[in-house]
């Protein structure tokens, strides 16, 4: 009786056990550069490469193969105070709670533990970002090049109610101890003035670029929108640690997590790239034009039903050369008409070539039943990338045709 009563006291202390103790892999999917699909879970990270099971295979898979490892979908906006802090390495969280100490920037990342980093590794803080409006507006502000730095303050107006924006540049300082003020010297003064943090609406930070920044090898992407520029990763008990290249560490459980994403200089759009030469045709006294990232009308590329968020739009005859310099190996996109422009009906040709040497030609019609074409490409060792898009009669206008996710990757 006493080795039984022993027995199920092991047996069930250790079942416990079991069922508290964090996962040691993670469910994922990889998708790599040659354009595998896997599903497995990741084991590992060492300093270059990730452990990654397939089955009851695991397989070594070098970051340089790698194009990104997709978690859990992302969740709508965050609820309750979110605050946007932009490190000078190009992270952007979505802070839950965020305080200056003196020189020390405290933030916290969902109910994860507090994490504390130099406040000259941060670039600018919204302190309320929960507006979409406001979000778009302070984009479009801090993109602007400044030799100062910038207090924010929101202040209402008189006749419509609304908050105004008003921007005072000067110098900041170090903030109080207890993170209730910091200093901040305008143009001219004799001296600071401590201003409330509380009465901030956002802080810029004038700063130059960090020497000491570590290398990046992938932006792991959270669940609640936050970009985190990860120089080193480790996977332990059912979390991913992450040294950022401005050198802040954070800890994610494996639920916050979305993608990692590894495609930076393996993968790049074209609407993010610029074309070394551009050939525009006039037709009608309305010049041939070509959209990065929207439709010619300025909407979103949308073909077969389907939204693209990168790609371009061309108008016949437009023609696109890119300077590869042979460092990419595929190109790639999906050609067909955008559902939301119009035109007359007939042919666009897509002509695509590699150092003057014919790689693809395509004719698509209105009244095909296909609307979506796939294009993939052999580039390797190409310098000079042109691309065509023309109609097959002399009348070109109202002919056009959508590049959505057109790409290359090494």
């Known amino acids: 009786m ?20 964090p996962c040691s892999v993670l469910g994922a999917g990889l998708r790599t550069l040659k354009g595998a699909n896997l599903q497995g879970k990741v084991v590992s990270f060492s300093a270059n490469e990730l452990l990654f099971a397939v089955g009851s295979e695991n397989k070594k898979v070098p970051f340089e193969e790698i194009l990104q490892i997709d978690f859990e979908p992302q969740s709508a906006f965050p609820q309750g105070p979110i605050s946007l802090v932009e490190f000078t390495d190009g992270s952007l969280l979505h802070c839950s709670k965020v305080e200056i100490l003196g020189q020390t920037l405290r933030f ?19 302190f309320d970002g929960r507006n979409a409006k406001d979000r778009a507006t302070w984009a479009e502000r801090v993109s602007k090049k400044r030799k ?44 600071p003035i401590a201003v409330p943090l509380a009465n901030l609406h956002a802080l810029i930070f004038q700063r130059a670029i960090d020497p000491a920044a570590l290398p990046v090898i992938c932006k792991v992407i959270d669940t609640g929108k936050s970009e985190i520029q990860a120089a080193r990763l480790d996977w332990q008990q059912g979390q991913l640690q992450v040294i950022a290249a401005s050198g802040f560490a954070v800890t994610l459980p494996a639920s916050a997590l979305h993608r ?10 074209l609407s993010d790239m610029e074309p070394f030469k551009v050939t525009l045709s006039s037709d009608q006294d309305r010049i041939s034009i070509f959209k990065k990232d929207m439709n010619l009308d300025g909407g979103p590329l949308r073909i077969n039903g389907v939204v693209f968020a990168k790609g371009l739009a ?23 008409f955008d559902d939301q422009v119009g035109g007359i009906d007939g042919t666009v040709v897509l002509e695509i070539e590699g150092d003057g040497k014919g790689l693809a030609k395509m004719e698509i019609s209105r009244s095909d ?29 109202g002919r056009h045709l959508n590049l959505a996710d057109a790409q290359v990757g090494k």
């Open 2 to 21: 006493g080795f039984l009563r022993t027995f199920l006291f092991v047996f069930l202390g250790m079942g416990l056990i079991l069922l508290v103790q």
């Open 108 to 126: 916290t990342l969902g109910q994860a533990p507090a994490v504390e980093t130099p406040l000259v590794k941060v670039s600018w803080i919204l």
């Open 148 to 191: 100062r730095d910038v207090l924010a303050v929101q202040i209402k107006d008189a006749d419509t109610g609304e908050g105004v924006l008003n921007l005072l540049e000067g110098t900041l300082g170090e903030a109080s101890a207890d993170g209730k003020t910091i200093d901040f010297s305008t143009i001219g003064a004799a001296k």
């Open 260 to 269: 990692l994403d590894f495609s930076r200089g393996k993968l790049v759009f």
């Open 314 to 336: 061309l108008l016949a005859t437009t023609e696109l050369e890119y300077d590869l310099k042979g460092e990419y190996r595929e190109f790639s996109a999906i050609a067909g």
């Open 369 to 397: 039943k296909k609307k979506d074409h796939p294009v993939r490409l052999n580039i390797k060792d190409v310098q000079k990338l042109r691309i065509v898009v023309r109609s097959s009669v002399a009348l070109e206008f």
